[in-house]
């Protein structure tokens, strides 16, 4: 919940953190040209691998490279050893990737709540000076509350929602 008097984020990024940032994840992406992207069916139609799975794809591998007389000529063990290897390579930096992605969306989200809170109490305050005959008011409330839909068969606007305090 918001707390009006609680601001817990209050800060702004330098045009050139920004610059920096953004040209930290091209020096990611530069750094694994071959990432992929998949399209929504091919995701769900890809089988994927877990702890189990893992452990009998490496136990596999194991089985292939000891007994190499015993794999079929259009199957690769060094493929499959690059490809998990890979694997486990990506997960180690998805994991730092979603953790920084959290944080990163969490203080988006706290930001814009904070934003948009003391925005909705401000839009009460111009109301109860409009109300109150405060001159100048009644135009800040008419341009605020454009912003929310209107009953068109009573032609009134809906009120926002009150700002928890």
Known sequence: MSNLLNNRVNATATAAQVTAVKAAFQTILTNLPFLVGLTADERK????IDVSNKAFTEDAINAGVNNPTLVPSYLSVANMQSD???FTQLDEISGLANQLCERIEDTKMLAGSEAYSVALALYKSFGSAAD???QGADSIVEQLKKRFPSNSSTGTTAAPPVPVQ
């Open 45 to 48: 139609s890809l089988i994927t």
């Open 84 to 86: 998990l290897t890979l």
């Open 132 to 134: 109150a005959g405060v």
